[in-house]
């Protein structure tokens, strides 16, 4: 089946830092990738997505490519705040089947 | 507009007791999709609903859960005799159709607690 593989937690940066969480994942055919955030206490919020080869997501200044020969979805950050501590999931979708699978989620601290 | 309700946000059960956790999806969405969340593990999937029917179950444990999504009211997930192991955050996600043409909406979780 699907599954996904995420580099291990915590992360633990200053602010103002480079963020990089890798993702590969493994899964026949063309799935969508999707990565998840989770704050203290809160369900998942959708932070971004690409649907197909060489697509690039982004959102409040996180990116990730889509790199089929390497099947990874490595999420990237700029300069993070504070404000960005929580838990980052990286998922895989395929139509068939209609259901996410995640990977073990990787914790980021941000200290001032 | 609300979101996905969840509720309670935590329980507590004794081992041998029933729990019952219940998901309102969000306005219009006939989707339903239920989570397990170890404590510092990721999201595992159990079953997923259409209105009243099951189309995957095939992350639930056979016995002792169930999970329903009548035609009126909220989706329900039930653990029966409960097991310190059930201990864990319990997801529900929902959407307008299927993951190939709109996104997963995510509650905030039931807590459930066995002592």
């Known amino acids: 089946g699907d599954s996904v593989t995420q580099m291990e937690g915590p992360v633990t940066l200053s602010e103002e830092a480079f963020l990089t969480i890798n993702c590969t994942y493994t899964?026949?055919?063309?799935?969508?990738l999707f990565w998840y955030v989770q704050y203290p206490g809160e369900g998942l919020q959708l932070l971004l997505k690409?649907?197909?080869?060489?697509d690039k997501g982004s959102n409040k200044g996180f990116e990730a490519t889509y790199r089929k020969e390497t099947t990874s979805f490595h999420l990237e950050k700029g300069s993070v705040q504070v404000s960005d501590s929580a838990v980052y999931f990286c998922?895989?979708?395929?139509?068939?089947?209609?259901?996410?699978?995640f990977g073990g989620g990787t914790r980021v601290l941000v200290k001032p | 507009n609300a979101g996905v309700m969840q509720n309670p946000r935590h329980l507590v059960r004794r081992r041998g007791q029933e729990a019952r956790l219940r998901c309102s999806p969000m306005k219009g969405h006939s989707h339903v999709y239920w989570y397990r969340q170890l404590p510092e593990e990721g999201l595992k999937f159990m079953v997923y609903l259409q209105k009243e029917n099951i189309i995957d179950e095939s992350g639930m444990p056979k016995e002792r859960f169930s999970a329903e999504f009548p035609k009126e009211g909220p989706s329900i997930l039930r653990i029966q005799q409960v097991v310190r192991g059930d201990s864990a955050a319990y997801f529900c996600?929902?959407?307008?159709?299927?993951?190939?043409?709109?996104?997963?909406?995510f509650g905030d979780g039931t807590r459930l607690s066995i002592l």
């Open positions: 899964a026949t055919g063309y799935p969508s």
């Open positions: 690409a649907t197909k080869a060489d």
């Open positions: 998922a895989v979708f395929k139509a068939a089947g209609n259901k996410l699978t």
């Open positions: 996600a929902s959407s307008l159709d299927t993951l190939d043409f709109s996104p997963q909406h």
